[in-house]
T-cell receptor, first 114, second 112 residues
Framework: GENVEQHPSTLSVQEGDSAVIKCTYS??????FPWYKQELGKRPQLIID?????GEKKDQRIAVTLNKTAKHFSLHITETQPEDSAVYFCAARRLNTNAGKSTFGDGTTLTVKP | DARVTQTPRHKVTEMGQEVTMRCQPILGHNTVFWYRQTMMQGLELLAYFRNRAPLDDSGMPKDRFSAEMPDATLATLKIQPSEPRDSAVYFCASGLVPNEQFFGPGTRLTVL
């Protein structure tokens, strides 16, 4: 089965700095990589995703990069703000199969200091 | 704005009692997932269904946990008997294969 490792487990940055969270996966057949943000006491919410046919995707201050050869993908947050403080989870799965389940990383607690 | 709903949002019970958690997936979604989240274990997949059929429940302790989908609008997760180590937040999520899943607000369970 798939195994996803996420680093670091905690990350503290100053407001305005960039934050990078990295994940590696083991199943070379995985082709869909979502990122979730979970604020304290709330549900995980999808913030960005990437499919294996592209190497990078951006949405305002958030970007995700994918290296299929090395089997790793990263979340980049630029110009961080205190409201970016949350736990971020990466996940990997195979699309277009009968399975459909995601394997999650263990999460990264991001703290943005004002 | 369609959302997954879960009831109850909070549950406090005593060890040995039965607990039933309910989830209403987003209308039209064909997959339903149950996750358990604790500080120590992160997000664990307990079970998931596709078109109401259980596809994988290998993450679920079979002796006390059971998951069902009596119909397309309701998924249930039952614990009987409950134990203190079951204390966690239980999330339901639904999705439409091959797209991504959306999480419900969770049920915070405390077993005393």
């Amino acid at each position: 089965g798939e195994n996803v490792e996420q680093h670091p487990s905690t990350l503290s940055v100053q407001e305005g700095d960039s934050a990078v969270i990295k994940c590696t996966y083991s199943d070379s057949a995985s082709n869909y990589f979502p990122w979730y943000k979970q604020e304290l006491g709330k549900r995980p919410q999808l913030i960005i995703d990437i499919r294996s046919n592209v190497g990078e995707k951006k949405d305002q201050r958030i970007a995700v990069t994918l290296n299929k050869t090395a089997k790793h993908f990263s979340l980049h947050i630029t110009e961080t703000q205190p409201e970016d403080s949350a736990v971020y989870f990466c996940a990997a799965r195979r699309l277009n199969t009968n399975a459909g389940k995601s394997t999650f990383g263990d999460g990264t607690t991001l703290t943005v200091k004002p | 704005d369609a959302r997954v709903t879960q009831t109850p949002r909070h549950k406090v019970t005593e060890m040995g009692q039965e607990v039933t958690m309910r989830c209403q997936p987003i209308l039209g979604h064909n997959t339903v997932f149950w996750y358990r989240q604790t500080m120590m274990q992160g997000l664990e997949l307990l079970a998931y269904f596709r078109n109401r059929a259980p596809l994988d429940d290998s993450g679920m302790p079979k002796d006390r946990f059971s998951a069902e989908m009596p119909d397309a609008t309701l998924a249930t997760l039952k614990i009987q008997p409950s134990e203190p180590r079951d204390s966690a937040v239980y999330f339901c999520a639904s999705g439409l294969v091959p797209n991504e899943q959306f999480f419900g607000p969770g049920t915070r369970l405390t077993v005393l």
